[in-house]
């Protein structure tokens, strides 16, 4: 009777012969939910809170408006990282939104969204290395007079710097190679720490602080391209993306996980990893900002937030929180590297087993399981950084910003179409509101989407961003028209 039962209800829900299948082919792991945590946080809270938290003062015109464009687009993201988790549960595989719209619409979109969330994960692994010459030179001041190679947009390029950022990728090129397991630790240790160590600037700054140093509550000091306080929250809502883009490597490296996980708890984990990096960096901004003039303080070369408590508090205490600061930028460095990097890989080698690109990228270690192309193609971009400089940070930014959007979108759009083409298909996870989370999502990432395309307005990605960005879809549909073709024609063969 039990069996009869059983039979009748795989047939009414199709999805659980689909789980059972993905969870017997599953690679043996031990990634827990608090490393899946740990993954999406520390993805998401990388050295932008330590090294970029005066600039978001400085482009949104205070720490108030940048403080409530956190908070704003926090709250914005949580119905989209819901239906990421809501999908992750019903189809726990690695690939994130270039599973969920293959399953949803096929395999051109397939292509376009991996091909598109790829370009936003490739754009962060050379941002990352590009911020190390800052770290470098504060914890090795000698390092400032290496020798000047060339200059790219007028920033010089010293050979230390490329020197050292190619070492660091290297070393997290083995460690990925290693295995998602020791990456994953390596992962929870840096955000530990940086919690840690962020709260103690967060508790130091606010000790310190004084409601007076928020104003003027806005002005614009040049960096923006707004005149009103709304404008500066504009500004800020639409580069959040950018810097919370991490948790959706959790999706990437759910395969990584023994087989009797439940996926339920691993799509809460990345909710509440949305929520906590969010509560951190607004956290962050109305400390620090409150510390002392915030317009000085907005305009201080990187990383200034060490240099403000040590003139804060002066002394033995500021001595070490310039370092904890500096320990804080490293970890946090190495945090959202090797998460992106991890997640990279894994794209590329499920965009390679799913025939969208060239099959050399799905190729693992006999011993490691490790794709090994893919990690070799991740190291070059994450290399590539200190050879180009800190003045492509801004176009790097608004452009991985877009890229991560599209793929939020389009994952929303996925989740809608499956429930609309079979409304009884089983997932262990709902988003809470059903339709009236769902299609909020959809509208929030298209708004996004839509503004940063617009001229003259506080979300415009800028020109520079925009060229690549065609460049990248004109790539991108060039590759699937001759991919597809080639691929079509070995299979009449």
């Known amino acids: 009777m039990k069996k009869d039962k059983y039979s009748e209800m795989k047939k009414k829900i199709p999805n659980i012969k689909n789980i059972m299948r993905i969870r017997q082919s599953r690679k043996k792991g031990d990634m827990g939910y608090l490393s899946f945590f740990m993954l999406g946080f520390g993805s998401m809270v990388g050295v932008g809170w330590a090294v970029s938290s005066n600039r978001w003062i400085a482009l949104a015109g205070g720490p108030i ?3 409530l464009g956190f908070v704003i687009a926090t709250i914005l993201l949580i119905p989209i990282g819901l239906c990421h988790g809501e999908l992750l549960a019903t189809l726990p595989q690695a690939g994130g939104v270039m599973v969920y719209t293959s399953k949803a619409f096929g395999r051109n979109l397939s292509f376009i969204s991996s091909w598109f969330l790829a370009l936003s994960y490739l754009t962060i692994l050379p941002w990352e290395a590009i911020y190390i010459n800052t770290i470098l030179r504060k914890l090795v ?12 947009a007028g920033y010089p390029i010293q050979a230390s710097s490329i020197f050292m950022g190619v070492i660091l990728a290297l070393l997290l090129f083995f460690i990925n190679f290693k295995g998602a397991n020791f990456a994953s630790k390596l992962q929870s240790i840096l955000s530990i720490l940086i919690i840690l160590i962020g709260f103690i600037v967060i508790f130091f700054s606010f000790k310190v602080g004084s409601v007076y140093n928020f104003y003027p509550l806005y002005k614009n000091v040049g960096e923006g391209n707004h005149s009103s306080l709304f404008g500066g929250i504009i500004a800020i809502i ?13 999706a990437q490296s759910v395969e990584e996980t023994s087989p009797d996980k439940k996926f339920r708890n691993v799509a809460i984990a990345m909710v509440l990893s949305i929520v906590a990096a969010g509560a951190f960096y607004s956290l962050v901004i109305l400390s620090t900002g409150s510390v002392s003039n915030w317009q000085a303080y907005s305009l201080a070369s990187p990383p200034a937030m060490g240099y403000l408590l040590q003139d804060a508090y002066r002394g033995r205490l500021g001595f070490i929180l310039d370092k904890l600061i500096v320990i804080g930028t490293v970890s946090g460095l190495f945090s959202t590297w090797n998460g992106m990097f991890m997640a990279s890989a894994r794209l ?16 693992e270690h006999a011993e490691y399981g490790t794709p090994v192309t893919a990690l070799v193609f991740c190291f070059f971009f994450a290399a590539v950084g200190p050879f180009v400089g800190m003045n492509l940070i801004d176009p790097l930014t608004s452009l991985g ?17 499956l429930i609309n083409k079979d409304k009884d298909y089983y997932t262990s996870f709902k988003a809470p509101g059903g339709k009236l989370t769902i299609y909020p999502a959809i509208i929030i990432s298209a708004v996004i989407v839509i503004s940063t395309f617009i001229p003259k307005t506080p979300s415009f990605m800028g020109y520079t961003a925009l060229i690549i960005f065609f460049f990248w879809l004109l790539l991108g549909l060039a590759f699937l028209k001759f991919y597809n073709k080639k691929d079509k024609y070995k299979k009449e063969r």
């Open 65 to 67: 408006p940048a403080f």
């Open 238 to 250: 639409v580069i959040v993306p950018f810097f919370m883009s991490g948790f959706d490597t959790i």
């Open 348 to 363: 590329l080698q499920s965009m390679a087993k799913n025939n969208l690109i060239p099959k050399v990228f799905a190729k």
């Open 141 to 152: 001041p000698f390092l400032s007079s290496s020798k000047v190679l060339y200059y790219v």
């Open 401 to 417: 910003s877009v890229s991560f959007v599209i793929g939020w979108f389009l994952t929303c759009l996925s989740l809608a179409a």
